[in-house]
């Protein structure tokens, strides 16, 4: 039971190391490949059936001259043999028989007088009786049953076999009429040879065929990837933001039509980009022309809510509540226009950094001290930590984080700091309920209200999300997650010294918007 997981781990790995491999063999590579194996089994499908058909027309016209030319000297030879022969007669007609142009070895077997049996071979030392398969001599010495449709009792039979690693055809007749049997034996050296260099120029054919195939496939696959690859190089420029991208179209053919329709879809999605950027700066434009004109009757009624709020004691109590609701409508509706004015800013990316060398201690201290959370807010920092950063923007941060947690988590929050080589961690927890699992997806977003129960709340719904932006301007992040104590967590992470190419100004360069209220955003 151990050993089986196990090797089924190990085949995984191994697929898992092998799908890299396989993932980068590219389109030609294949084609190639692909052109190459049915090169490849076509040449040898085609040498292989040349070869045996060559093969078998060499060997049958070999043997079939011999065995002819060995029935014809047997009967010529044996036909003026007395019906008891001697052994040197037997002797002299193998050697007639051995000296025809077909160059074989025969060998004679027969009954001579007294009633021996005698053995004549043209060669001693090459062909002797037990050269010939005992297979062959079986067939050779049966009689056949005479018919109609056999008028002799015995055939001439032939075999093919090996000596001493050469090839040989073996042949045998025996005499009607009571003569002797008669055995040849023919090398097929010379056939073997020839049938040798007739694959070896097959061979060569083939690798011929394999490299012409490779060049083919180049050149198909150069034909057929170099639109691909332009095509690929032109998506990839379109997916880089240049929409004035084309291609060239020539020809009638399935990619011609492939780069047509890619020309289509590039112009409708610039005229669709287009109209979506009019529409997007459109927008901008008025919420920012809106704040803007907001911004002057905004001035005048927040002095009139001032004094209003300065008279309040000597009002009358049933105007007194009305009063109060316009003073708290009206610095909600200043901090909400405040808020889009600063949304805009970084919507059109004109928002930049004001760096400074801060204590990071003394930055949170005075940032909780002046919305007066001292008694509410835990602070665990250590002072003399410099950090290199936008204060206003981090103040911005830290009053939506911990107001966010001291409105919906409930005190007592704590703002934790650690810091690494080159990050600053910066913690805010409370101790509430937590964030709903649905929720924490969404909680950066514009606007969004956790319940539709209560769509109005103190906060604008901004607030969040301006941290956010504030934190990315930095080059950093912020998360939200729920503690498995309990409560919500908001992790701020920026980096020790904001790099220049982050949109910072110089020390005391750019505008700087007023200060957010705290707890703008509506997470909870």
């Known amino acids: 039971m151990t050993e089986e997981p196990g090797r089924v781990r190990g085949w995984a790995a191994a697929r898992n190391l092998l ?12 084609l190639m490949l692909v052109f190459a194996l049915v090169a490849l089994a076509a040449a040898v499908s085609a040498s292989a059936i040349a070869y045996w058909l060559n093969r078998d027309a060499v060997l049958t016209r070999t043997q079939n001259a011999a065995l002819d030319d060995f029935r014809k000297s047997l009967q010529d030879n044996t036909g003026s043999l007395p019906l008891l022969p001697t052994c040197a007669d037997l002797q002299e007609a193998a050697d007639r028989m051995a000296a025809t142009s077909q160059k074989y070895e025969v060998l004679l077997i027969g009954t001579v007088k007294g009633g021996a049996a005698c053995a004549a071979p043209s060669d001693r030392d090459l062909f002797t009786l037990s050269v010939v398969p005992k297979s062959l001599i079986t067939a050779v010495n049966r009689e056949r049953k005479v018919d109609e449709s056999n008028p002799y009792p ?58 012409g195939s490779a060049l083919l496939a180049q050149a198909a696959a150069s034909t057929v990837l170099r639109p691909v690859q332009r095509l690929g190089d032109a998506a990839r420029r379109l997916g880089e933001g240049k929409l004035d991208t084309r291609l060239r179209v020539s020809g009638t053919d399935e990619l011609a039509d492939l780069s047509r329709t890619f020309n289509k879809t590039a112009e409708a999605l610039q005229k669709r980009v287009e109209d979506l950027s009019s529409r997007e700066a459109a927008s901008r434009r008025f919420v920012a022309d809106m704040s803007h004109e907001l911004r002057t009757p905004l001035t005048a ?190 992790t701020l992470t920026l980096p020790r010294d904001s790099a220049p190419d982050s949109g910072a100004a110089p020390d005391g360069g750019g505008a700087s918007a007023p200060e957010r209220g705290p707890a703008e955003g509506e997470s909870r």
């Not at 799908?19 to 294949?30: A, D, T, V």
């Not at 405040?338 to 950094?353: I, K, Q, S």
Request: proline content about 5%.
């Open 19 to 30: 799908k890299p491999s396989m993932r980068w063999i590219s389109l030609r590579l294949r």
């Open 301 to 490: 009624i927040t002095a009139v809510t001032e004094v209003l709020e300065d008279e309040a004691d000597s009002l009358d109590p049933m105007i007194a509540p009305a009063v109060q609701l316009v003073v708290s409508e009206t610095r909600r509706l200043n901090d909400l226009v405040e808020n889009l004015m600063e949304v805009t800013r970084f919507d059109a990316g004109t928002a930049r950094l004001v760096l400074d060398d801060v204590d990071i201690a003394d930055q949170i201290t005075a940032c909780i001290d002046a919305r007066a959370w001292l008694d509410a807010v835990e602070l665990d920092a250590e002072r003399g930590t410099m950090v290199r950063l936008d204060p206003r923007r981090l103040d911005v941060i830290l009053a939506n984080l911990i107001g966010n947690a001291l409105k919906h988590g409930g005190s007592p929050v704590r703002v934790s700091v650690r810091q690494t080589e080159e990050a600053l961690v910066i913690a805010v927890r409370d101790h509430g309920p937590g964030i709903p699992e649905d929720v924490l997806p969404h909680v950066f977003d514009r606007f969004y209200k956790a319940s539709a129960s209560r769509p109005r709340s103190e906060g604008s719904g901004l607030g969040l999300s301006i941290a956010l932006e504030n934190a990315h301007i930095h080059g950093g992040e912020i998360t939200a997650e729920n503690s498995p104590e309990g409560g919500a967590v908001f």
């Open 154 to 211: 015995y055939h001439l039979y032939w075999q093919r076999i090996t000596l001493g690693g050469k090839p040989y055809l073996v042949g045998g007749a025996k005499v009607i009429g009571g003569g002797p049997t008669g055995y040849l034996l023919k090398s097929l050296e010379n056939e073997r040879a020839d049938l040798n260099s007739l694959a070896w120029s097959l061979g060569i054919a083939t690798g011929l065929a394999l490299i």
